[in-house]
């Protein structure tokens, strides 16, 4: 499944790529489009050229593209996981071989000697981890690793949607 979210869903598409979901920004189109900010119209066409289904917060967007986009109720991020997760069947089970890179939705490619990306990370983090990973963007190249803030979000997780 692959997404365009709407540029009030910023966080939730940097959850959507941790969580392995090919995710277009509504704002990283800006300069696709040469629009700021781009106007629905481009992106229902954007949408419907890649196969994305649209998820927005904008109930006009969403009667525009209604058979391919989903209407966001409430607030809160955990809230927006819950609705695609129940209404949707979107599961959000972390795993590093398929995350993709919350920055750019590249994909990720395991750091195999983490003394290359020393001088990216903070010294704290090098010495508490092993395993690392990086965006394969050459113009990114953000580095990931497993801390406690992914167990975190694991556990909002697991009390929101009620996993076994």
Not at 1 to 27: C, H, P, S
Not at 116 to 134: A, G, P, R
Request: one cysteine or more.
């Amino acid at each position: 499944m692959k997404f365009l979210t709407d540029a009030m869903l910023g966080k939730l598409t940097r959850f959507l790529r941790i969580f392995g979901y090919d995710t277009v920004y509504a704002n990283d189109l800006i300069d696709f489009f040469n629009l700021d900010p781009v106007p629905d119209e481009k992106l229902i066409e954007y949408a419907k050229k890649n196969g994305r289904l649209i998820i927005t917060k904008d109930y006009g967007l969403y009667k525009l593209y209604m058979e391919k986009s989903v209407f966001l109720n409430g607030k809160g991020i955990y809230n927006y996981l819950k609705q695609l997760n129940k209404n949707f069947g979107v599961v959000f089970k972390f795993n590093f071989r398929s995350a993709r890179c919350s920055i750019c939705n590249s994909q990720l490619k395991r750091v195999e000697n983490k003394v290359l990306i020393k001088k990216l990370i903070l010294e704290e983090t090098f010495k508490n981890y092993s395993e690392f990973y990086q965006c394969i963007n050459p113009q990114c190249k953000k580095v990931y690793w497993q801390g406690s803030h992914i167990e975190d979000i694991e556990e909002k997780l697991r009390n929101t949607l009620e996993y076994d």
